[in-house]
């Protein structure tokens, strides 16, 4: 009887990690620790969010395809800076890129998104910085196989 039970115990365990370890595979989140920074003034501050928005809309890239089929892009979406109050400006960003490669065992083109998520708040001369990096499921797509 004990025995039965062990091995209900170690088939329901067996399960539940199997299951873990498909979601995992699915997607993924991984938050970026909260941090503050002091400056010398909100505008100071404010130059800093500035200077960030301006890099990540300098990371953006139309999507590139290669003769064998592989892809990338990079994608902004954000509401750019927004002032919520006298002495507070926000700016919350999400970075994607997206890389495709041609699957021949699907016919298929099999592309991976991973993000980088972004929050930084100027409050007054304080910046306070928070985000999270991850994955999400690959998208898969029709694959016509160019002539030789």
Same mark, same amino acid.
């Given at each position: 009887?004990?025995?039965?039970?062990?091995?209900?115990?170690?088939? /329901?365990?067996?399960? /539940? @990690?199997?299951?873990?370890?498909?979601?995992?595979?699915?997607?993924?989140?991984?938050?970026?620790?909260?941090?503050?920074?002091?400056?010398?003034?909100?505008?100071?501050?404010?130059?800093?969010?500035?200077?960030?928005?301006?890099?990540?809309?300098? !990371?953006?890239?139309?999507?590139?395809?290669?003769?064998?089929?592989?892809?990338?892009?990079?994608?902004?979406?954000?509401?750019?800076?927004?002032?919520?109050?006298?002495?507070?400006?926000?700016?919350?960003? #999400? @970075?994607?890129?997206?890389?495709? !490669?041609?699957?021949?065992?699907?016919?298929?083109?099999?592309?991976?998104?991973?993000?980088? #998520?972004?929050?930084?708040?100027?409050?007054?001369?304080?910046?306070?910085?928070?985000?999270?990096?991850?994955? #999400?499921?690959?998208?898969?797509?029709?694959?016509?196989?160019?002539?030789?």
């Amino acid at each position: 009887m004990v025995l039965m039970g062990f091995r209900s115990l170690a088939k /329901a365990l067996g399960l /539940a @990690i199997s299951l873990a370890s498909w979601t995992a595979d699915a997607s993924g989140r991984l938050p970026v620790p909260p941090s503050s920074q002091m400056f010398a003034s909100h505008r100071a501050c404010v130059s800093e969010i500035e200077r960030q928005y301006a890099d990540d809309q300098r !990371r953006i890239a139309e999507k590139t395809v290669e003769a064998d089929g592989s892809s990338r892009e990079t994608s902004l979406e954000t509401s750019g800076i927004e002032r919520t109050g006298t002495n507070d400006v926000r700016y919350q960003a #999400t @970075i994607w890129y997206h890389h495709g !490669r041609v699957r021949t065992d699907l016919g298929k083109i099999e592309t991976s998104h991973s993000f980088e #998520t972004r929050l930084q708040e100027c409050k007054g001369a304080m910046l306070h910085m928070s985000g999270e990096t991850g994955y #999400t499921l690959s998208t898969f797509e029709p694959w016509k196989k160019s002539a030789p």
